[in-house]
Nanobody, 127 residues
Framework: QVQLVESGGGLVQAGDSLRLSCAGS????????TGWFRQAPGKEREFVGA????????YYADSVKGRFTISKDNAKNTVYLQMNSLKPEDTALYYC????????????????????WGQGTQVTVSS
């Protein structure tokens, strides 16, 4: 069993940066692919980005490409989401997720691929 705890959210102004962290428990967390998703009020959960277990391969949603970056520190069992040039439309509850699968593919863009989820951290961007 893996538990995920997100942190780093907050209230910022448009154009600011934030770095979200996702700390995973368990010895096997470093071998899991990880993803970030977000959900704004009244909207469905949407894909933000994903990284392979090594962090060597990443996917991003078009809406965040070039602004957001995922990185992993397997020694710390932590995944990061660096968010730059934030926009009001980035306002949402951000979740990290872990996938036990052995492969990393376009399937990691979909929430159903993931086995474990955190509780989320709120990001609010004011204009």
């Amino acid at each position: 069993q893996v538990q995920l705890v997100e942190s780093g959210g907050g209230l910022v102004q448009a154009g600011d940066s934030l770095r979200l962290s996702c700390a995973g428990s368990g010895r096997t967390f470093s071998s899991y692919n990880t993803g970030w998703f977000r959900q704004a009020p009244g909207k469905e959960r949407e894909f933000v980005g994903a990284a392979s277990w090594s962090g060597g391969t990443t996917y991003y949603a078009d809406s965040v490409k070039g602004r957001f970056t995922i990185s992993k520190d397997n020694a710390k069992n932590t995944v990061y989401l660096q968010m730059n040039s934030l926009k009001p439309e980035d306002t949402a509850l951000y979740y990290c997720a872990a996938d036990r699968g052995r492969t990393f593919s376009s399937r990691n863009r979909y929430a159903g691929t993931y086995d474990y989820w955190g509780q989320g951290t709120q990001v609010t961007v004011s204009s």
